[in-house]
């Protein structure tokens, strides 16, 4: 059973610029998290998506969004570039909200703003 | 807000030795994930617990959920060099037949174990 994959591995980008990554879930499984992995600073919640919806979002500012398509993979978008995004963004799916929530993860993308 | 608290951040041993990494927390969890992470890759999922005072054995590694569910465990037994990883504790909230989604993540411990 192939895990969760993210897309690009690596990317660098400009102050201001804007970024997409994406991420496919593991089949069967309907909810998609992302989070923040800075340096130093451990893994921050992002958002959570389930059934296409936005259910829950962490304390990011609003540059910081994303979608879930039918097919239940995802992207995230992040707008006006700073140099603290900086990170490694992961991605991971679950079976969904009436579940207990074991999360599996994605490779991450690497992001790094200069 | 919820917190995890890990310690000890760093460990260092010599291969053959014991360990244990402690999880605590103020607030209850209704589970309890521990991830490992190679430098660059995203957390493998090691064990959920989900039951107060559940103890879970995964090889050499022990894990255990505190009776309150608010507090977790790692053990690990006569470690080896490819022990060597970043160790995260995650809590999640379950109620009402509903996930609350997010995990909250502990700083992680960075345990080297050197031959």
């Known amino acids: 059973e192939a895990g969760v994959t993210q897309s690009p591995t690596h990317l660098i980008k400009t102050r201001g610029q804007q970024v997409t990554l994406r991420c496919s879930p593991i089949s069967g499984h309907t909810s998609v998290y992302w989070y923040q992995q800075a340096l130093g600073l451990g893994l921050q919640f992002l958002l959570w998506y389930d059934e296409g919806e936005e259910r829950n979002r962490g304390n990011f500012p609003p540059r910081f969004s994303g979608r879930q398509f039918p097919n239940y993979s995802s992207e995230l978008n992040v707008n006006a570039l700073a140099l603290e995004d900086s990170a490694l963004y992961l991605c991971?799916?679950?079976?969904?909200?009436?579940?207990?929530?074991?999360?599996?993860f994605g490779p991450g993308t690497r992001l790094t703003v200069l | 807000t919820q917190l995890l608290e890990q310690s000890p951040q760093f460990l260092s041993i010599q291969e053959g030795e014991n360990l244990t990494v402690y999880c605590n927390s103020s607030s209850v969890f209704s589970s309890l994930q521990w991830y490992r992470q190679e430098p660059g890759e995203g957390p493998v999922l090691l064990v959920t617990?989900?039951?107060?005072?559940e103890v879970k054995k995964l090889k050499r590694l022990t894990f255990q959920f505190g009776d309150a569910r608010k507090d977790s465990s790692l053990h690990i037994t006569a470690a080896q060099p490819g022990d060597t990883g970043l160790y995260l504790c995650?809590?999640?909230?379950?109620?009402?037949?509903?996930?609350?989604?997010?995990?909250?993540f502990g700083q992680g411990t960075i345990l080297t174990v050197h031959p």
């Open positions: 617990v989900v039951t107060g005072g």
């Open positions: 991971a799916s679950s079976l969904g909200t009436a579940s207990i929530n074991e999360q599996f």
């Open positions: 995650a809590g999640g909230i379950f109620a009402g037949g509903t996930s609350y989604g997010k995990l909250t």
